[in-house]
Structures are given as C-alpha cells and as structure tokens.
C-alpha cells in the first residue's frame, strides 16, 4: 500500500480523491489523515461523511511527510510477517463493514470502512508481536483522542465483549463487531457458527440465514479485490523492504524534478505558516502586519484560519510579538513563564490550548510584520536550536518581490502582499524536501548494507535522531503524546550514550573532553523517550558551549531514595567553565531572557525545566568559578 502511496504522491502538487481512498486502505494511514480532519471538525459527526472529505484539512506536504515516515520506518525496522496477513484481514473487515451498513441503510459508509479498518490498527503497532495488549491500549488511547461526535474508538473497545451486553449498542459497534468476528472465522468455523444465525447472534436486529451471510462476504471480497487490482496492490513481493526501499528512491527523484515548478495557490505568509504546522507542529497561526500610519501590529487574514482583530501598540509593549518585530529574531514565550511573560501572550497560548509561542518576524528591518505561531514545548524547542534559520525562513517569506506584478505603490503593495513568486516558493519546497530525502536514503543505506555493518550503530542513532523530528511533526493538537507510539521504559544509560556519541563532533573540535559515569540497573523510565532526551542534550550542549578549551564535561546517572522511601533516578551534568554572573543564575530558567545572546540562551534551560516538570522531576543547580552543575531528579513509583 505504502509503495503505491508513494507512487501516487510523487511530484504531486495537489490531492484528488484518489488519494483519499487510498488512506482508507491502511489503518495507520487513515488515522492520521482522520487525525488532520478531526482538528479541523471537532465535535462534529461523521454523519455523512465521505472519504472525499478528507481531502480539503490535508496539505500534500504534510500527507507526503506521513507517506515517507511510514515507508522509512518500514524500511529500518523491517515488515513483520503478519502484517500483510493482518492488512489484508483489515481490508475485509472494512469491505464487510461497509457492505453491513449499506444493508442496514446506515448513514456513513464510508466511515464503517474507516472503523472497520482501524480495529486493526493495533496489529500495525511495532511492539505488537512482543506485546499485543499494550500495542491495543496505545491504538484505544489515539481514536479516543479524536474529538469527533462517533462510535469509532468504541468499535475496538468493544471488539471482545460478548453479543448479549451489545443489544442496545450503537450501530456502527454493531456493524463493526460483526464483521470482525465474521472475517476471521475459518470456512469451518463459519459453518459451525452459521446454524445458529451468526449475524444475529452478534446483536444486529435483522434475522440472516446462511446463505445470506455467505453472499455479504463475498460481496466484501469482491469489493476488497477491486480495490486491490484498481491500485495494484498485491503484486508479488520477493522483498518487500527493498521493493520498498526502491519506491523512496523513485519518490525521492520526482519530488526532486518537481522543485522546480511554480506553485500559484498560496501566499508566502501562509505557505510559511502550513509548513511550521506540517513540519514543526506549530499551529494556530495569527499574521500581524505593521500598520505605518497608527504604530500598531494589526492582525490579517491568514487562508481558511480562524481571523481574530487583534491590535498590538508597539510603543511600550512586552509581547513576544513587539520584541520579535524590533529583534529580528525568534522570541518565545512558555505558558509556565507566568508573571514575566505578557498577558496577551498568556492569553493566546492558553486559547489555543499550548504550550508556548514563537513569534517570527517576517520581512526585513524596514517594513514588516510578525507571525505567531502555538505548539509543545518539544516543537518550541526545536525553534530555540536553530533561531537564525527560523528567522531567515521569515526574512525570505518578506523579502521577495512579487512576480508578474509591479508594485508601483504602498496601496497595491498592501492588495497584493498575498501574491507569491516562484523562486519563494521553490525556497520553500527546499525547505520542505531535505529532511525526508535524508531519512528516506539513509532507511535505503540499511537495507543495503545490512544490520551487521560496520556502521549500523551511528545509522541507528543518525536514525533516530531524524526519526525524533518526525515525532515533532507529528505532534498533533497541541497534545505532544497525541502521536506519540507506546510508552516504552526508556534506558537511560543507553540514552547518554548515544547522546555521547552523537555530539562527540562537537566536543572533540572544541577540545573538551566529555566523560560517564552511568550506574548500572537504573529503573526503566517509563516516560516520552523524546522529552529524556530533550533534556540530556540540551543541558549537554550547554555544558560543552560553557566548557573552555582543554575542559572537561561530566555526566553522572545514580539511584537515590529520600527519607519518604521515594526513588528517584538522578542525572548530573556538569561543566568546567567560569560560573554564571549572579544576575543570569537568577534568571537561568527564565524563557524570556537570552543569557548568550542571538536568541538562543535561556531558551533551551526554560524548556528543560518545563519538561522536566511534565515528567513529575525537579531540577537544579549550583554555579561557581570552577563551572556549573545541574542536577535532575525523576521520580521511578
């Protein structure tokens, strides 16, 4: 399915249904397009719904983004051997579904298919070999997360309860059910179970004979080979992960080819603002320009987003939007910030239900405006790192004239500032290319040379890395666990390691020495591994930038308990630098002072905290001419 996907999205500029009916072909797939809907229905009912509908909330970016990622994923974790047999199960229960509910005079059949597919999702789960009850609890928790007015989420948690307490059900349950149970039956089994009116018995009120159920799964079956010989689905495959492996490399060359071509449908603002959601996560996007005439930051409309007339006066004003217009560069504001930070800037990220904020200043020193944007603090944390490239993304978006049109005045510059010439657009679509282009060939490098490399431990960790940005991406909601995968008890030991080995470019050119002293038999921290991680290397690269010359970094694991018999596990990182100046260690966590300058100190530490918090730990820290430790606690009961 994966590789017919790709097929099908490379070089694309835009979506057609087509498309749309290939997402309702695989579990994971459909989730994550309905996942974009929901966003943009909430509260709404699947009452008529139509695959078709998927299609307006879903930018070819972003789809393109969750087609690499799954197909990358694929490639480097490899195709487990029941999930083309779970996948084709999957197709019939969604076909049966479908063929129950137009029977049945059912509203929606199109969202039967999608619930009958998505009962399969845990069978798509990478742990779900290993552990198949955890993989169902991680598929229940992200349909429940659907804040969308159906019984989708119910047909899995249902899936096994006995008929008798499913009479008074809701219909699509019912439907759902039914067809789960009938798919998987033997020929023999089906026989058995027929005398006694199998349909009935699974609570549906219609009373069907044997024959009768037997025609309805044939026409599933007809219906599932239609569609697999409509999109070729089922040709043979010797190896899947390489066939796979050679679909990348052709997407990768369309999608190439296709960079060049002008795009003419999007403003540069807007394109902007579909790309930090699509690819940092970061959503809710307000477009402020600078009114000349009144000194004030005047919100405009941005596409199909929500337009609130919202004014900023410039002169006197706190807001990370003020500060950002007179700075150049990035500022963001997190919620825990509190009384330091402004109120509207509270306001805005409360409202959209965040984290934080980034303002962006967009256009160049002269003339201007600013684009504000919600998201986690992971997503935050991703602009914190690389401050001058988000604000470079800003300047470009401004900077360029408009093609085709000649601005021979303010009036017609401010008619058509929406306008956005070809080679913003290709600026953008470099923008948006390189990181799955990378993470596609580098899933490609490890088919090639095979799990025994030489190097298949800097690929795994090269690997995950990538794989990290892709979870930022996939951070929906403003809910930073929304797409996250199991918990997973995350060895922290291993973690630092890595992180080690990873940064090790950095500290060896600088010429510090980075050293360990992990304790061994830590408890497994059952948290976000992303967020461990987040912290580990944030306070690293802080230590190592703060480390003169021919210093020294040391990072310490240990296992404490408190008088309470609390357990924690503790995590020490700590410089050989020159201390912090009184004045900045009062302020170190504070997300709105710079310590270094650039828009980058005191960024990654207030995000640090933040995360840390989220995980129930405490952080702290002593400073002193001979360097800085910090000292992290998380709690293991």
């Known amino acids: ?68 990622t799954a197909a990358t994923e694929r490639c480097t974790r490899g195709v487990s051997p029941g999930r083309q047999a779970s996948w084709r199960l999957g197709l019939r229960c969604a076909a049966l579904s479908r063929v129950l509910a137009e029977k049945l005079h059912y509203s929606s059949p199109d969202e039967a298919w999608l619930a009958g597919m998505l009962v399969w999702l845990p069978a798509f789960s990478d742990v779900f070999d290993a552990a198949p009850q955890a993989a169902r609890v991680a598929a229940q928790a992200a349909l429940d997360r659907l804040p969308l007015r159906s019984f989708l989420a119910d047909a ?106 002008q795009e003419n449908h999007e403003t540069a603002i807007l394109t902007l603002a579909n790309l930090l959601a699509s690819h940092e996560g970061l959503a809710d996007p307000i477009y402020l320009k600078l009114n000349r005439r009144t000194s004030f930051l ?18 006197g004003s706190k807001t990370a939007a003020v500060r950002a217009f007179f700075t150049r560069t990035p500022v963001i504001v997190l919620e825990s910030a509190g009384k330091a930070a402004a109120v509207l800037d509270l306001q805005l990220i409360r409202q959209a239900d965040a984290d934080g904020l980034v303002a962006i200043p967009v256009g160049e020193s002269d003339s201007q405006g600013v684009l504000l944007v919600c998201g986690s603090a992971s997503a935050l944390s991703a602009v914190a790192e690389m401050p001058k490239h988000y604000a470079r993304m800003g300047e470009v978006v401004g900077q360029a004239p408009l093609t085709g049109i000649v601005i021979e005045s303010e009036p017609d510059a401010d008619q058509q500032a929406d306008a956005l010439p070809t080679r913003v657009r290709r600026a953008a679509h470099e923008i948006n290319n390189p990181l799955g282009i990378i993470k596609n060939y580098l899933a490609i490098l490890k088919v090639k040379l095979g799990d025994d490399a030489p190097i298949a431990d800097e690929l795994r960790i090269i690997y995950e890395e990538l794989d990290r940005i892709v979870r930022i991406v996939r ?143 405490s952080i702290i820290f002593k400073t002193s001419a001979s360097g800085t430790t910090f000292q992290i606690l998380l709690p293991t009961n």
Request: no cysteine; hydrophobic share 45%; proline share 5%.
């Open 1 to 68: 399915m994966l590789n017919r996907l790709l097929a099908e999205l490379g070089g694309r500029q835009s979506l057609d249904e087509s498309i749309a009916e290939l997402l309702s072909l695989d579990p994971v797939l459909a989730l994550r397009a309905l996942e974009v809907y929901a966003q943009q229905h909430a509260g709404d009912s699947l009452r008529g719904f139509s695959y078709k509908d998927l299609l307006p909330g879903l930018d070819v970016r972003s789809l393109k983004s969750i087609a690499t």
């Open 475 to 617: 951070d929906l909601a403003r809910d930073p666990d929304a797409a996250a995968a199991l918990p997973e008890a995350a060895d922290l030991n291993a973690l630092i390691q890595d992180l080690v080995k990873v940064t090790q470019p950095t500290w060896q050119s600088k010429g510090v020495q980075v050293t360990t002293r992990l304790t061994s038999g830590l408890a497994g921290l059952s948290e976000d591994r992303d967020k461990l991680k987040q912290i580990v290397l944030n306070l690293l690269l802080n230590a190592i930038e703060a480390t003169p010359p021919d210093g020294a970094v040391r990072i310490e694991t240990a296992a404490l308990s408190n008088h309470r018999h609390e357990n924690f596990i503790e995590i020490v990182v700590a410089d050989s630098g020159a201390g912090m100046p009184a004045e900045i260690a009062a302020k170190i966590f504070d997300p709105l002072d710079t310590a270094k300058g650039d828009g980058h100190a005191g960024l990654g530490l207030s995000i640090v905290k933040s995360l840390t918090e989220a995980m129930q730990g």
């Open 156 to 261: 899995l948690r249902y899936l096994d309860t006995s008929p008798a307490r499913l009479v008074d059900a809701a219909p699509l349950v019912q439907m759902v059910v039914a067809a789960h149970h009938l798919v998987r039956l033997s020929p023999s089994e089906f026989s058995r179970k027929s005398e006694n009116s199998l349909l009935n018995t699974l609570f549906l009120a219609t009373k069907d004979d044997h024959e009768a159920v037997q025609d309805m799964l044939m026409q599933a079956d007809r219906a599932v080979n239609a569609v697999t010989e409509r999109f070729r689905l089922e040709q043979a495959n010797i190896n899947p992960v390489g066939d796979l492996a050679l679909e990348l490399i052709r997407y990768n060359q369309l999608e190439l080819a296709a960079s060049a071509m």
């Open 298 to 315: 005047e919100a405009r409309p941005l596409g199909e987003h929500p337009y609130a007339p919202l004014s900023i006066r410039v002169e």
